[in-house]
């Protein structure tokens, strides 16, 4: 995931004095403290995107940035009101198609025939000088001196990368014809083979089980697009149906689809009952596809329906609509859900659907926007909500591009909030909160490092598989002009 060992030449500065506390560390999760780093981190977009998010990021901060001939190797306007003078300087590697290093350095200008960059009262001299800051323009007077990775730009430059909104397709998005997709591998976790008769539960999820119970709600805020968060349903699934329970799995999936789905399940699975899926569906073809109708997803879908032949009493409800924006999107979302409780008043249902539709709570940004949590906990006593911590890793999505100013559709890399980090010593498993946190959530289903799951149905040319720095990625859908979308932070 991680290039290690790399970044120990070009700290070089690190304990030089700096112009405030902690520009040269990064705050580390795991102790609380702000460190000098060990690693580098690779990003998991060509490096030319990366770099322009990176003068999308300075811009925004007021600060011109020009960039030399090829494009990986950028400097900024000098920081205001710094004397001596300073300026970043910005240098991109590119490792693969979809992988790159971006190092965002502050280097500090001295006086020419001053001293040099140890600022010891020896002269250090134009040699002394690392030879990738040689060519930096000077300044009248000055020349550059020393410099030290800015950790804190790039923290908001790993913002913007990884921790941007996902993004919900919901209309004007057409499907295309059945010959142009091809169905991607089941090797996916929680998926099985074609012939493998048997359900692939897997070992129930650790203190779960408190959550489970008969007419109880459970709302899983989803991050879209990967194969851990199916995975985690499934063994929660096969845990409340060995108990007896019958179950409703809920699904951010058009409730027009659901006549489909029920054909689906009552089918074998073979290859005339998935063709007859996939041919009448508008939600599985697609034309930009978001993590709703992930690989996983789909996987997870066939893993009921092989629950059901082993005699388990298990639905899946379809929640979401193909039309609406807003709080009428939620509205009907929460309708849905209401209706698929009220024909199975009796069952546990597990909802997986967006981070906000999850909330139980208001939102901050909007006080007249009303989650669909929000709508079925004022309905229904027995509500309850998790969100999910982890560690840094993959998932498909689709985001908005600040810079390009255009939706993709790609495998990107994401990294959680600190309140949702997963540490090394968090293991896998779910922690309940006394009292609940903020947005109504109890608890926090700890997955680990999240993998990306692409489209079920993908064009034959999309490679979309894998972790930060494990290997090229491809594969992006640029959406046109037309295609709606609802942003799920």
Not at 320 to 338: C, F, S, V
Request: aromatic residues 6%; charged residues 20%.
């Amino acid at each position: 995931m991680r290039r290690l060992g790399v970044m120990l030449g070009f700290l070089g500065c690190v304990g030089c004095v700096s112009p405030t506390r902690g520009l040269s560390a990064r705050y580390n999760p795991e102790t609380g403290q702000y460190e000098a780093p060990r690693h580098e981190l690779v990003y998991v977009v060509p490096a030319e995107d990366a770099m322009m998010t990176v003068r999308y990021v300075l811009e925004k901060n007021h600060y011109s940035v020009m960039e030399k001939e090829g494009g990986l190797e950028m400097y900024s306007s000098f920081i205001p009101d710094v004397v001596p003078p300073e300026r970043y300087y910005i240098q991109g590697e590119r490792l693969g198609p979809r992988q790159s290093l971006v190092r965002i350095f502050r280097l500090r200008y001295t006086q020419e025939g001053g001293y040099g960059a140890d600022d010891s009262g020896r002269s250090n001299g134009q040699d002394s000088m690392p030879v990738f800051f040689r060519d930096v323009p000077g300044l009248e007077g000055y020349r550059p001196a020393h410099g030290f990775r800015d950790m804190e730009v790039e923290q908001k430059l790993l913002e913007v990368l990884e921790m941007a909104p996902s993004l919900e397709l919901v209309d004007g998005n057409p499907p295309v014809p059945l010959a142009s997709v091809v169905m991607g591998s089941t090797g996916e976790k929680g998926e099985g083979t074609a012939t493998s008769p048997a359900p692939a539960c897997g070992a129930p999820i650790e203190d779960a089980s408190s959550l489970i119970s008969a007419g109880g709600v459970l709302l899983v805020a989803d991050p879209l697009g990967t194969q851990e968060v199916p995975s985690a349903a499934l063994r929660m699934v096969c845990e409340a149906t060995a108990r007896d329970l019958p179950v409703t799995l809920a699904l951010s999936i058009p409730a027009s689809e659901q006549p489909l789905l029920e054909r689906y399940l009552a089918s074998d699975g073979d290859s005339a009952a998935v063709q007859e899926l996939f041919s009448q569906s508008t939600f599985w073809r697609r034309t930009y596809q978001d993590g709703r109708s992930s690989r996983a997803m789909l996987g997870l879908v066939e893993q009921v329906r092989r629950l059901r032949v082993s005699g388990r009493d298990v639905a899946v409800a379809a929640i979401d609509t193909d039309k609406a924006h807003g709080n009428e999107r939620e509205a009907q979302m929460a309708q849905h859900l209401l209706d698929a409780r009220s024909k199975r008043s009796q069952a546990w249902t597990l909802v997986l659907t967006g981070s906000v539709h999850a909330r139980t709570t208001g939102v901050s940004w909007d006080g007249d926007f009303e989650p669909m949590g929000s709508r079925v906990a004022r309905a229904l006593p027995a509500v309850r909500a998790l969100d999910v911590g982890f560690q840094r890793g993959t998932q498909f999505a689709c985001r908005y591009s600040v810079w390009a100013e255009a939706v993709e559709c790609n495998v990107f890399g994401i990294s959680p909030a600190p309140e949702a980090w997963q540490s090394s010593k968090q293991v896998a498993g779910l922690k309940l909160f006394t009292p609940q946190e903020p947005h109504g959530v109890q608890g926090r289903l700890y997955l680990g490092s999240l993998t990306a799951s692409p489209p079920a149905l993908v064009a034959p040319h999309e490679v979309t598989t894998g972790k930060p720095g494990t290997g090229p990625q491809g594969g992006a859908i640029t959406p046109r002009a037309g295609a709606s979308v609802a942003a799920i932070p």
